[in-house]
């Protein structure tokens, strides 16, 4: 289940996605539960994007819908439900951050 990957963002590998398993992060709502989203540097938050972007997402497309290609439709179908799950579940604790931050 995606909700229980980090390893689909980019600069987290298998090996760093077995530390943060092992530091008793199981899945993203436990990530966010602990507040981890609002100690994030900058730098670190930006780690947390896919690894693929939007152009890639075209590529991909086209490697499966001309030559068949399924790892580049999972990689796909991959980026698109790391895309819209993740923001539906971190977009409460930014938004709540942002709204102590400018007092309301």
Not at 42 to 70: I, M, T
Request: net charge positive; with cysteine.
């Amino acid at each position: 289940m995606i909700r229980r990957r980090f390893s689909v963002f980019r600069g987290i590998g298998r090996k760093t996605e077995q530390v943060i398993w092992n530091a008793g992060v199981p899945d993203w709502q436990s990530f966010i539960d602990a507040g981890s989203v609002e100690t994030l540097t900058p730098k670190k938050y930006d780690r947390l994007r896919p690894q693929v972007d939007e152009f890639e997402a075209v590529r991909l497309w086209h490697r499966y819908k001309r030559a068949g290609d399924e790892t580049a439709l999972e990689k796909l179908v991959e980026y698109n439900q790391a895309d819209t799950s993740n923001l539906a579940e971190i977009a409460p604790v930014i938004y709540e951050g942002l709204c102590r931050k400018v007092g309301l």
